[in-house]
């Protein structure tokens, strides 16, 4: 295995974590964040938070969980590519999306939207939130204490009024002071994730089409390459052979561009990093296909009729969950009572970030009548 990049994090150059402990055996410092993400509550909830389609809708798509584990899959991979931190890379994706809310997006703005005379809700800062305060595993401290590099990646955008409140961490947004080149790998592995099983989840539900899909260059080109290689290819196996080229196509370009403009930068040092423009892009040529897909899928897939019908009943049931809580703290768990006599509306949104959609829906049942949500 080549050394790692002088650039790449390592333990020596870490800040460490806020709490000391003693090095861990027979993994490193960064294996240790990441099982510790592994095994919090808030990871094992991502199994029933929505990506785009709701739990019921289907076992076959994307949940919070799955996107996490392809979001790391593809970190770890461009991480070796580029001789960075593997273990770092994989730590802060599998935590990226911990503080989202139930019904995905939705659920985040109505809840940014309840909370907006008490500080708002953004779910970076939430997902920080949970592994610095809201995990309850360790005698010693609250949360998972995980080392600053890990917790500096979960961060990736961040309101400047909240950022002034972090200290060193916030420094960033404050600054304009760069992450490690681990966290910016994550945060584009994220978006090859969800640009890549957004296409194939809304194949698979039909809510798009193939015929649609041939207007968008990047898919085209490649289902042109599958059809070439394979004549005669269809259904599900032109779908993942084209779609596997797609994120083969992405992957290679930001690696190769994020190494050239890490090269052209004169970069040496972890120091470096931090001082320089954001080093991991895509290329000229790139980055308009992706901008063109991201259009497509939000004008067809995500502003679909049938995915805006389900979108406009969760929001309701965390509007409605929000304001019972704050009429009666006493319909909350004994533990979420003692946080919100602390500190109401955040314990809260605390409460309500940590549901997943079925959740949500049953206690939407329970204070607020009616039948299935469904």
Known sequence: ?????????????????RHAEPAPQGR?????????????TAFRRLEYKTQVFINHEGDLFRTRLTHSLE????SRSMARMLRLNEDLAEAVALAHDLGHTPFGHAGQEVLDGCMKDYGGFEHNLQSLRIVDTL???????????LMHETREGILKHCSPANARLLGELGRRFTENVRPSLEAQIVNLADEIAYNNHDVDDGLRSEL????????????????REAETQWPGLEGRRLIHETVRRMINAMVLDLVANTRANTASTGIE?????????????????MSPKLHELKIFLRDNLYRHEQVLHTIGKA?????????????????LPPRHQVRAAAGKPRAIADYIAGMTDRYAEKEHRRLCGGGEFY
Do not use: K, W
């Not at 490193?28 to 095994?39: K, L, S, T």
């Not at 798009?208 to 289902?223: G, K, M, N, S, Y």
């Not at 990093?273 to 954001?278: L, S």
């Open 1 to 17: 295995m080549e050394p790692l990049a002088s650039h790449a994090v390592t333990e020596a150059v870490s800040r460490g974590r």
């Open 28 to 40: 490193g410092e960064f294996q240790r964040d990441r099982d510790r993400i592994i095994h919090s």
């Open 71 to 74: 979001v790391a899959q593809l």
């Open 135 to 145: 995990e309850e595993r360790y005698a010693a401290f609250d949360g998972l204490n």
């Open 208 to 223: 798009i089409t193939l015929e649609q899909l041939d207007a968008v260059t990047i898919f085209a080109q490649c289902r």
């Open 269 to 285: 040092t972890l120091d470096d990093v931090h001082r320089a423009p954001a080093l991991a892009a895509y290329s000229a040529d």
């Open 315 to 331: 929001r309701c049931i965390v509007a409605d969950l929000f304001e019972v809580y704050m009429t009666d703290t006493g319909q």
